[in-house]
C-alpha cells in the first residue's frame, strides 16, 4: 500500500477545572518563522494540454491567473461537472488534475462536460479556490454554454473548496461530490494538534507550539522513541493511549482504525503547524483550549485522564473570519444534494470530518439533503473507479429524479464501531481487509 507523501511542516495541518491555558510563547524559545508561500505563482502552461477521450474536444488555457482544462463529448448533453482539486503544497508552479479514473470515462461516455481550474495560488487558499471555480463557470458558460445543470466534485482540500462553494454561490450549483473532503473545516487542524499536543504530553517531553524547523529532528524523533520499539509497529504502553486518544478523537471505534494508525502515525508528526495561520491567517487557525482528551469510550475523566489534560500545552485559536475569507468555514446551510465519499482509515483527513459535517447539517435542517458513505480504505482518498460511478450515478439520479440515495450513519456510535461498516458503498473490497462483507 503506497505511503501518503510526506509534508515537511508545510502550512497545510470543554477544558477540565483546574487545567492551564499556557501561551506558547512560554513553553519554549520562539522558533524561526516558517517559509512562506510563494509569492508569484506561474501556471504549468506545458502542463495544460491533455489528450481527450475519443467522442470528446478538448481545450484548455488560462483564465485570470489559473489554468484550465476542459472536456466536451460531441453529445453534450447539456451538464456539467466541475472538479476541485486538493491541497498543492506552497510551491509556484500551477498545476490542473482531470477527473479520478473511472469518473471521467463516466462522465464522457454518459454525455457531461467536465471542467477543471488550478486555482491562481497554491498552500492551504480554500478561497483561491472558490473564486477561481466560480470564475471558470463564468468562462464555460460564456465560451461553450450555459448548462442545465451544474455538479462540484473535489477530494481533499478541494472537498473544502466544495462546501464552500455550495454555500457561498448557492444558485450556481445543482448537486455536490465531495470526497475524502475537509468537511469539518477548520477542525481538521485541530486534528493535528491534538494528536502532537497529546503525544508531547504523554511522553513527558518539554512542549513545543508552534513547530519549529528542527521538529522532525528533535522532539519528534523522542516522541517517536518513547511511543513505540519502533513506533508505531511495536506500540509502548503510552504509545497505546495515543492510539486510543487519536481513534476516538478523529471518529471513534471503527473499522481499519488499526491499519489507518499503523499508516499515518509517523506522518501526523510532519503536519505539526510550522505556521498557526496556516499561512491565510494572522491569527491561529487549530485550537485545544477547550478539548477534553480522553483514552477510552467512557465518558467519566479517569485519573490518567486528568492528568492528560493537566499536562497538555493549550493553544486558543482565532475566531474564524466571516465569509470568504482566511481558511473559511462550512456551516451546513447548503440547498442542493451533497453526496460525500471517505474512507475509515484515513488519519490525514479524518473520518470525524463527515461527523462534523453531519452535525452541521442536523444544527441547520440540511441533514435529508446530505448522503454520506464509508468505504473500506486507508490511505487518503482511496476510491476505486466503481465508487465515483456509483457515487455520481445516484447523485445525479438524485438530483434529477428526487429519490435520495442510500448512506451510511455516520453520527451513531454503534453503527460506525460494526465490524462491517463500510461494506455496503466499497467495490471492491480491499486485499488488506479481512472483514467478511458478504451481504445479509
Do not use: K
Not at 237 to 242: A, D, S, T, Y
Not at 267 to 293: I, K, M, R, S, W
Amino acid at each position: 500500500m503506497p505511503r501518503p507523501t510526506r509534508l515537511l511542516l508545510t502550512p497545510l495541518a470543554l477544558a477540565l477545572a483546574g487545567t492551564v491555558l499556557v501561551s506558547p510563547a512560554s513553553a519554549h524559545t520562539p522558533p524561526e518563522p516558517p517559509a512562506p508561500p510563494a509569492d508569484d505563482y506561474v501556471v504549468d502552461e506545458e502542463g495544460l494540454p491533455f489528450e481527450p477521450l475519443p467522442g470528446a474536444i478538448a481545450s484548455w488555457g488560462v483564465l485570470d491567473d489559473a489554468g484550465y482544462r476542459i472536456e466536451v463529448p460531441a453529445q453534450w448533453n447539456g451538464d456539467l461537472l466541475v472538479w476541485a482539486h486538493g491541497y498543492r503544497g506552497t510551491g509556484p508552479e500551477l498545476t490542473v488534475d482531470n477527473p479520478p479514473a473511472g469518473l471521467r470515462e463516466q462522465l464522457i461516455a454518459e454525455g457531461y462536460a467536465w471542467t477543471a481550474s488550478s486555482y491562481d495560488a497554491n498552500g492551504y487558499d480554500v478561497v483561491s479556490g472558490v473564486r477561481s471555480t466560480q470564475e471558470l463557470v463564468d468562462f464555460f458558460d460564456e465560451t461553450v454554454g450555459v448548462p442545465e445543470r451544474r455538479y462540484l466534485a473535489g477530494a481533499s482540500m478541494g472537498g473544502h473548496v466544495t462546501g464552500v462553494s455550495i454555500e457561498q454561490f448557492p444558485d450556481t450549483w445543482d448537486g455536490a461530490l465531495p470526497v475524502c473532503g475537509v468537511m469539518g473545516d477548520r477542525r481538521l487542524f485541530d486534528t493535528f494538534l491534538d494528536y502532537n499536543l497529546a503525544a508531547q504530553a504523554l511522553t513527558g517531553v518539554e512542549p513545543v507550539y508552534p513547530a519549529p524547523r528542527d521538529y522532525l529532528d528533535t522532539t519528534a524523533l523522542t516522541v517517536e522513541a518513547a511511543l513505540g520499539t519502533p513506533y508505531p509497529g511495536q506500540l509502548t504502553p503510552v504509545g497505546e493511549q495515543l492510539a486510543a486518544l487519536t481513534e476516538l478523537r478523529t471518529g471513534g471505534e471503527r473499522p481499519l482504525f488499526e491499519a489507518g494508525f499503523d499508516e499515518f502515525a509517523e506522518f501526523l508528526f510532519t503536519v505539526f503547524p510550522a505556521d498557526p495561520g496556516q499561512g491565510e491567517e494572522a491569527g491561529t487557525v487549530g485550537g485545544n483550549a477547550d478539548t477534553v482528551y480522553q483514552l477510552d469510550a467512557d465518558p467519566a475523566v479517569s485519573p490518567a485522564e486528568q492528568q492528560l489534560n493537566a499536562d497538555v500545552l493549550r493553544v486558543e485559536a482565532t475566531p474564524a473570519p466571516e465569509g470568504l475569507a482566511g481558511v473559511p468555514t462550512i456551516d451546513g446551510t447548503f440547498e442542493i444534494p451533497v453526496l460525500t465519499m471517505h474512507d475509515l482509515g484515513d488519519l490525514f483527513v479524518p473520518f470525524s470530518m463527515e461527523q462534523d459535517y453531519a452535525r452541521d447539517a442536523v444544527l441547520h435542517g440540511t441533514r435529508d439533503l446530505l448522503v454520506q458513505r464509508a468505504v473500506r480504505g486507508v490511505a487518503h482518498c482511496d476510491f476505486s473507479a466503481e465508487e465515483y460511478q456509483q457515487a455520481f450515478g445516484d447523485l445525479v439520479t438524485w438530483v434529477e429524479q428526487g429519490v435520495r440515495p442510500e448512506g451510511d450513519d455516520v453520527l451513531d456510535p454503534a453503527a460506525v464501531a460494526d465490524p462491517r461498516f463500510g461494506c455496503r458503498f466499497t467495490v471492491p473490497q480491499r486485499a488488506f481487509d479481512t472483514q467478511d462483507c458478504t451481504p445479509v
